[in-house]
């Protein structure tokens, strides 16, 4: 069972940026894709960004193309999310999860970093 912990949020002003961090253990190896989510006030949780284990296939959500990199060290088993020209409405709770194969759903999630961003 992969274990997910992630790090990096707080409360920032509008354009600023951060690097949310999350951390794997726990059967690492079987790690085919690492995702960011979040979830607004009484919003459902919505894909924000993926990558696959060699990191040449990612993905991203509309809202957050062209301001946000997702990136994984495979070493340190550590993906990391750069969110720059941060908006309000990216103020959420984001989580981590993983996916062990191409098909199979998101998983493992961890407890969720906030990030709130104020004009």
């Known amino acids: 069972q992969v274990h997910l912990v992630e790090s990096g949020g707080g409360s920032v002003q509008v354009g600023d940026s951060l690097r949310l961090s999350c951390a794997a253990s726990g059967g690492t190896s079987s790690i085919y894709a690492m995702g960011w989510f979040r979830q607004a006030p009484g919003k459902e949780r919505e894909f924000v960004a993926g990558v696959v284990s060699h990191a040449s296939s990612r993905s991203y959500a509309d809202s957050v193309q062209g301001r946000f990199t997702i990136s994984r060290d495979i070493r340190s088993n550590t993906a990391y999310l750069q969110m720059n020209s941060l908006k309000p409405e990216d103020t959420a709770v984001y989580y981590c999860?993983?996916?062990?194969?191409?098909?199979?759903?998101?998983?493992?999630w961890g407890q969720g970093t906030q990030v709130t961003v104020s004009s």
């Open positions: 999860a993983v996916k062990v194969t191409k098909m199979s759903s998101f998983g493992s």
